[in-house]
């Protein structure tokens, strides 16, 4: 009897661990459809960066102008690219003389339009890629690029300029709605040097 009651006891055990061990673990279609939700929204994720990483890649050789070009029009370049709509928008460049915070697109546009006019060409090199992170209905690039402005009188001024965009996910796609933009100057040697290292 002692011996029943004992082999009865470690059946209902394993019995019981058996059960336990069923009910927490995921059935193959469960862990199938997990790993594949998470591949699903990781791939998302990564079309999200792509798409931010190329549209910050387009801002950046927008600026770009040669010689016959004719008169450059923020709005017809950067008219896709801008939150024009945003009411909490801000846009600084140090490289402005006068250091204005610009809190629209069209103040951030007034500022620069003009400037741009002015120039016998501008060239762009991305000397570092657009590293972009996402959360939510934001996105951050991070971008670094080289510069190279030829005045009307022909001078030239070079730069290796940062660049820190926020985009915001609107219902007309990813808009900038923040920038900070930050440069150093170079002398003619430097700037060689760093067009030289960006086309590698």
Known sequence: MTNELSRRRVL??????????????????????????????????GDVERSVARRTREWVFGWDRAEDDGTFVFRDTFGHLYDWHGRD??????????????????????????????LRRAEHWIAREPDVARSGGFASAYVVFIARLTRADGAVVGSRTTSALVWRRTRDGWRITRDHTSSVLLTPRELTAAIADAER
């Open 89 to 118: 928008t801000l846009y600084y460049d140090d490289f402005d003389p006068e250091h204005r915070i610009a809190r629209s697109v069209a103040e951030y546009e007034s500022i620069w339009e003009p400037v741009f006019n002015q």
């Open 12 to 45: 209902g055990s394993t019995a019981v661990a058996a059960v336990g061990a069923y009910v927490a673990a995921p059935t193959s279609a469960s862990a199938a459809n997990g790993a594949n939700g998470a591949s699903g929204a990781n791939a998302a994720r």
